[in-house]
């Protein structure tokens, strides 16, 4: 989750802070140069690509499971692993932002993008190459990935209403943030430990033989999609 969070509460900005971000608007909305995009770039924008980079190596690493042979589980513990070191980064990236004093709306968007890339479409492959893969199956993770999806528009839209410390993070997340899809991932890290994968998947299908067949343990994403999007759940940040 993206914690960049600028202060609010109807409170100015600092001034270090404002400079900043006029800055780096300055440097994004430049007509010349080919690397003002690059020198626009904070610190902690750079660690969060490398959240990202952890994301799309998973997915990438899913897929040349899917390619092997179904014995070989090298490339699922892989894909399994980069995920946790998603979450490294994903903390750093806040981290270096405040140690720098560097806070931007583009390290905000950059932050989600990477988070849904690492915590929801990285489980959802994962999941696919591990053989959550009938249609229906398919469907359920889809609903997953875009409730995260969902959850962080949500979550850049009124982070700023949402009460402060007096550091100026919010005090709490409406909804389970993002990376606790990890739990969903040690499972799975398990089931390939156990070989329950593919046909092998814990409690099998239901409906088997039908357009609607599934395997039951998909709720496990339909769950996590819930609790994300609910506006009741508050999790006090750490």
């Known amino acids: 989750m993206s914690k960049r969070a600028n202060p609010a509460n109807g409170s ?12 780096q608007k300055m440097l994004l909305a430049a007509d010349t140069g080919h690397f003002s ?3 626009a770039m904070h610190l902690a924008d750079l660690i969060t690509e490398l959240n990202g980079f952890c994301g799309v190596m998973s997915i990438f690493s899913s897929m040349r499971y899917c390619l092997g042979e179904p014995s070989a ?3 699922l513990y892989a894909a399994l692993a980069f995920m946790p070191f998603g979450l490294f980064f994903d903390f750093m990236d806040g981290k270096v932002a405040r140690w720098r004093k560097k806070s931007s709306l583009m390290g905000q968007e950059l932050d989600s ?6 915590f929801g479409v990285s489980p959802a492959a994962a999941a696919f190459a591990i ?3 009938t249609p229906v199956d398919h469907l359920l993770l889809s609903f997953f990935v875009l409730s995260g999806l969902t959850r962080l528009a949500r979550f850049n839209v009124t982070v ?5 410390d007096a550091t100026g993070k919010s005090k709490y997340f409406e909804g389970t943030p993002i990376p606790t ?3 969903i991932a040690a499972l799975m ?8 994968v593919l046909d092998a998947v814990p409690f099998g299908t239901w409906m088997t033989g039908t357009p609607v067949e599934f395997h039951p343990v998909v709720g496990l994403f339909v769950l996590s999609g819930c609790l994300m999007t609910s506006k009741t759940i508050h999790i006090p940040k750490p």
């Open 12 to 23: 100015a900005k600092p001034a270090e802070l404002q400079h900043a971000e006029d800055k």
């Open 37 to 39: 995009l690059i020198k």
């Open 73 to 75: 589980y090298g490339n």
């Open 113 to 118: 993008l990477a988070d849904l890339i690492s």
């Open 131 to 133: 053989g959550l893969r």
């Open 160 to 164: 700023q209403a949402l009460p402060k």
């Open 181 to 183: 899809t990890l739990s």
């Open 189 to 196: 890290s398990y089931w390939v430990a156990r070989g329950w």
